[in-house]
T-cell receptor, first 117, second 111 residues
């Protein structure tokens, strides 16, 4: 149980285009999902917290108009990188927190590797 | 959330126990200790968590000192597939669920 999927696993796009990444909790409901970014040889950096039915909360320094987050259901959150540029190339990872858990146990997706040419 | 300190890297022989230390000297009474790991180019994987008592599950054991200022994650019989970066995170309960990942410990299991 507690599986989180991401789609696509890899994407290559041209500079200036937009890319949508999906994060799904497959066998549980998640009121809260998180989006992280990880550059090579670096640790995960939290970008934003996504709550079902409400606006996402972005970390300091993350442009909300560039990284659009939608959490329309208890099992799906999407991250859209708008007008992507080469510096947005990174490994994007989501996590989901089951709604019925008391402690802070999160389950992570396998990640999406974005390459912007 | 309390800061944690972990060694940058460790090596372990396959089949032997891997003991990964974590210092969290400023931990407060309501903060849990969580361990996650990340195998190269994959998403992190939850391993175990604890508050005061030692914990064990199918993956690992977590030993927390009596003063809670440090803990040790134990992989009893390390395999090559356990090679990963291991993150120790201290986090309070409540409604703020954000996890802050430090640099972690790169555990390399050698044949």
């Amino acid at each position: 149980g507690a599986v989180v999927s991401q789609h696509p696993s890899r994407v290559i796009c041209k500079s200036g285009t937009s890319v949508k990444i999906e994060c799904r909790s497959l066998d549980f409901q998640a009121t809260t999902m998180f989006w992280y970014r990880q550059f090579p040889k670096k640790s995960l950096m939290l970008m934003a917290t996504s709550n079902e039915g409400s606006k996402a909360t972005y970390e300091q320094g993350v442009e909300k108009d560039k990284f659009l987050i939608n959490h329309a259901s208890l099992t799906l959150s999407t991250l859209t990188v708008t007008s992507a540029h080469p510096e947005d190339s990174s490994f994007y990872i989501c996590s989901a927190r089951p709604r019925d858990r008391v402690v802070n146990e999160q389950f992570f997706g396998p990640g999406t590797r974005l390459t912007v040419l | 959330d309390a800061k944690t300190t972990q060694p940058t890297s460790m090596d372990c022989a396959e089949g032997r126990a891997a003991n990964l230390p974590c210092n969290h000297s400023t931990i407060s009474g309501n903060e849990y200790v969580y361990w996650y790991r990340q195998i190269h180019s994959q998403g992190p994987q939850y391993i175990i968590h604890g508050l005061k008592n030692n914990e064990t599950n199918e993956m690992a054991s977590l030993i927390i000192t009596e003063d809670r200022k440090s803990s040790t994650l134990i992989l009893p019989h390390a395999t090559l597939r356990d090679t990963a970066v291991y993150y120790c995170i201290v986090k309070s309960g409540g409604s703020n669920y954000k996890l802050t990942f430090g640099k972690g410990t790169l555990l390399t299991v050698n044949p």
